[in-house]
Structures are given as structure tokens and as C-alpha cells.
């Protein structure tokens, strides 16, 4: 099959995000895209059209956090779905998009799927979607319960009985101590593998945001570490140390996360937690947040051989 896969040009913002795209969301998408450009999230030159025989038949985008060389993640992904030949279309799109990130820098590249669809990206064919990316290279990470704090609901009460420290009081070393701590053991698929303090660094933050939490005697009870995406305000992680948990303390952390986003007041406020992780689903779920889809995390490592 004949498909391109090319960069855009400036003036080309437009075609490329009504390219397949429902007419009833092109506003939204359109919106989304220049906020993700306005942040540098994402790059003119890393928004790619799918050509075929020289018209634009669908469109596929790089992300990454701000200031980061090279791309992580698909975004804005999208092709003529009720067309005959869509998952061939699909399949030769994600394929030069791999030769494309790998000559920008990127090692593997990520894309997440939120079902049920819905803004910024309005996702649709979430299962056909599935299949294409998983037969394309594409592993399964992991699936997280994505949460939205309601603006109405009231601010969790403080936690009694912890004293809190922040970062910019303990300095970092001690920090990326405590977070190796929490995360042993972690019900969560992706944080176990995963440097979750140099992950977050990559998130805007300000030292006085991510605290410890200590019982009165000086023992460490876990951490908080609230932070903002370029697209919401969110708690990048909260986590008590293995042997301080059942105990309800994390019911405490989120609380004061929470207040420390409410403070912020950055729109929205959301998290994920990994759908094994059930106590934590059901922390966020007291402390007034609502769950409101189920995130399909990918993954896509790439070969050197790979080029555009």
C-alpha cells in the first residue's frame, strides 16, 4: 500500500487536525494540539499527515515532556476507520512513525488509549485500536483507573497524628531514598520497574510540593509527590513503606496531596493507579475523586536498524 508519512508544514495545522477526525470534535482536537505546541509538548515538525496517492488520509504526533529532546510517546493518532483498508493504512503509519522517532532520538516510544473515547483525543475503535498497535510492535505496559478530583467536593481534612517535611527541607538524597522505599513491593506493574524519582523530575514541580511523612517518633511513614503535566495537575505518586501499610495511612497522603493541588489551582486534577491496585483506587475514591475511564498504557521498543 502507497501511504506517505510526512511532517507538516506551518500552515498545516489545520488540515492536519481535521484530518480523520469527526467534524463534531475537529474544535477540540484543533484546541488540544496548539495547547500541547503553546506548552512544547509537542513540535510542528513532529505532527506527521499519512498521505495516500497525495491526499491527507490520516495523522499521527510525537509528545514528550517540555524541554526533552527527543519523543516518548504517540499522540493525535488517527486514520479512516470505516475504510476497507484502515488497518492497513494504520500499520503503515506506525510503522514509518518508528523510523521517524528513532531518527529524532527516541529508544521507544509510548502511546496510551482511554477508553470509554472522549476528549482531548476522542479515541475511537478502542479495540481495533488495541489489535493494530499490538500487531505493530506494541506491548501491553500495563492499565490504570484514571480519577478526576471534583472541583465541588471538599478538600480532604488534614491528617492528624504525621508530621510532615518537604524536599526542599531534606534535602534531595534523602527524598530519592524514601522513594526507593515506597515503591518496593508496589502494586503497581510499571512504578516497580521504573526510577519513579527520575521519572517525576520531568514534571513541573517546586521542592515544597513533594513532602515525606513521618510518624512522631521520626519513622517514615511514605510520601506525596503532587506535580503538574502539561495538560492537568495531577499526584504523580503517593506511597507508604511496606511496613507501615494497612494501616490507613494513605488515606493521610492523598489527602494532603490533595490540598496541595487545591492550592495550586491548576484545572483538572487527575491520577492514575494501576487497576491491581485496588487500595489505592479505593483511597482516591474517599478522598472525593472519581474514576472516570480505564488507560491502556503501550509500549514500543525500537530496534537501531529503524530510519525514516
Known amino acids: 500500500m502507497d501511504i506517505r508519512l510526512r511532517p507538516i508544514a506551518e500552515s498545516e495545522l489545520a488540515v492536519f487536525t481535521a484530518t480523520a477526525t469527526d467534524p463534531a470534535h475537529a474544535e477540540a482536537v484543533r484546541h ?12 510542528l515538525d513532529w505532527c506527521f499527515l499519512a498521505e495516500q496517492g497525495g491526499a491527507p488520509v490520516g495523522r499521527i504526533a510525537f509528545w514528550a515532556l517540555p524541554g526533552a529532546a527527543a519523543p516518548s510517546d504517540i499522540v493525535l493518532f488517527d486514520l479512516p476507520w470505516p475504510a476497507p483498508e484502515a488497518d492497513a493504512i494504520g500499520a503503515a503509519m506506525l ?7 528513532r531518527s529524532l532520538g527516541a529508544r521507544a516510544l509510548g502511546h496510551v488509549l482511554d477508553t470509554p473515547m472522549q476528549a482531548p ?26 480519577f478526576e478530583f471534583d472541583p465541588a467536593a471538599p478538600i480532604p481534612a488534614p491528617a492528624d497524628g504525621l508530621v510532615f517535611r ?3 527541607e531534606v534535602g534531595e538524597a534523602a527524598f530519592r531514598a524514601a522513594s526507593e522505599r515506597v515503591t518496593r513491593g508496589t502494586l503497581d506493574r510499571r512504578i516497580g520497574d521504573d526510577d519513579i524519582f527520575a521519572d517525576l523530575q520531568g514534571l513541573q514541580h517546586e521542592p515544597g510540593w513533594w513532602e ?15 506535580a503538574l503535566a502539561p495538560s492537568m495537575a495531577t499526584i504523580g505518586y503517593v506511597g507508604v513503606v511496606p511496613e507501615r501499610r494497612g494501616r490507613g495511612h494513605v488515606h493521610a497522603l492523598l489527602a494532603r496531596g490533595t490540598a496541595t493541588l ?19 483506587a479505593d483511597a482516591f475514591r474517599r478522598a472525593g475523586w472519581r474514576d472516570f475511564a480505564i488507560r491502556t498504557e503501550f509500549e514500543r521498543p525500537l530496534s537501531p536498524a529503524a530510519v525514516a
Open 121 to 146: 483525543q476522542w479515541q475511537a475503535e478502542p479495540e481495533r485500536r488495541k489489535a493494530l498497535l499490538t500487531d505493530n510492535g506494541f506491548e501491553i505496559r500495563r492499565e490504570t483507573f484514571r
Open 262 to 280: 487545591a492550592r495550586i489551582g491548576r484545572r483538572p486534577v487527575r491520577a492514575d493507579t494501576d487497576t491491581r491496585n485496588m487500595p489505592m
Open 166 to 168: 518537604s524536599m526542599a
Open 32 to 43: 488540544y494540539a496548539e495547547d500541547l505546541l503553546g506548552k512544547g509538548a509537542m513540535r
Open 95 to 101: 510503522g514509518q512513525a518508528a523510523g521517524w522517532a
Open 212 to 226: 515525606l511523612a513521618y510518624e512522631p517518633d521520626g519513622a517514615l511513614v511514605g510520601l506525596v509527590m503532587p
